[in-house]
């Protein structure tokens, strides 16, 4: 018998939040992987493959993930769609004198690039929020500005800064100030509404960042948890049988 379940898809509405747009229920099979119930959900609603993030449990789910459909069928079964079109991505112009890196997400899940001096590239940069506080996910992103490589330390420590809903539609500067210190500014183009379609402009701003009080430190430890309970899951564990450690793990950073 076939696992039943809901799929809850979320789109970005024109207040940068994530709002519920529908809900489908689907059939787990024997052998199918995250990336098999994309193309499902492709199918039935229209939203691209590449456009999906699935999660259960505040989880992004990997797409080799293959789940146990033997769970008990007594029990509620929930994974949440984050639909958003790829493609945009922060520009990040480093004017500096050494290589930085920039990590970003949350502590169980996050991401980290090295930016050398002097260069400009394109860096997918995500927020520290969690699925299950939809819909009041904004498009505000977190990173730290780390200066030392924490890959060999197994952490990452450096100024926490956040960019308020602008998603990833912004350029990032990083520039080197007279003290040694580093500058941080965004620049962004703002659309000025009219009382007619003539009226309405558009211009460039540009505007300094400011760190968050704490600095903050992710953990690899914490990111290997989060692997292992993807491992837990693919193994057929129901929700209600997940240490609720694990669960807990995932959803207060």
């Known amino acids: 018998m076939a696992l039943q379940f809901q799929i809850h898809i979320y789109k970005s509405d024109d207040n940068h939040e994530y709002v519920k747009t529908e809900s489908i229920s689907e059939s787990w099979t024997n052998d199918m992987r995250i990336d ?26 990997p797409d080799e993930t293959k789940l146990n459909p033997d769970w008990d069928m007594s029990h509620t079964f929930a994974l949440d769609v984050l ?48 699925i299950p506080r939809i819909p009041h996910i904004t498009k505000d992103i977190h990173f730290l500005l780390c200066i030392e490589d924490g890959e060999v330390s197994g952490k990452w420590k450096g100024k926490s800064y956040t960019v308020r809903g602008h998603g990833n539609d912004f350029t990032l500067e990083l520039e080197q100030a007279g003290n040694k210190e580093i500058k941080v500014f965004i620049e962004y183009m703002k659309h000025q509404e009219g009382v007619g379609t003539l009226s309405a402009s558009t211009t460039q701003e540009r505007e300094e960042l400011i760190a968050n009080e704490e600095s903050k430190v992710y953990f690899q430890a914490l990111m290997n948890e989060r692997e292992r309970l993807i491992q837990h899951l693919a193994a057929g564990a129901t929700i209600v049988s997940v240490p609720i450690a694990m669960v807990s793990l995932c959803c207060i950073m």
Not at 36 to 61: H, M, P, Y
Not at 106 to 122: I, L, N
Request: no cysteine; glycine share 6%.
């Open 36 to 61: 098999d119930l994309k193309d499902l959900i492709e199918a039935n609603t229209g939203n691209l493959v590449e456009d999906q993030r699935i999660f259960w449990s505040g989880v992004d789910l």
């Open 83 to 130: 639909v958003d079109k790829k493609g945009i991505e922060a520009s990040v112009v480093s004017k500096l004198d050494n290589t930085v890196w920039i990590v970003t997400g949350r502590g169980t899940q996050f991401s980290w690039y090295p930016v050398a001096k002097d260069t400009r590239q394109e860096i997918r940069l995500n927020s520290k929020s969690l």
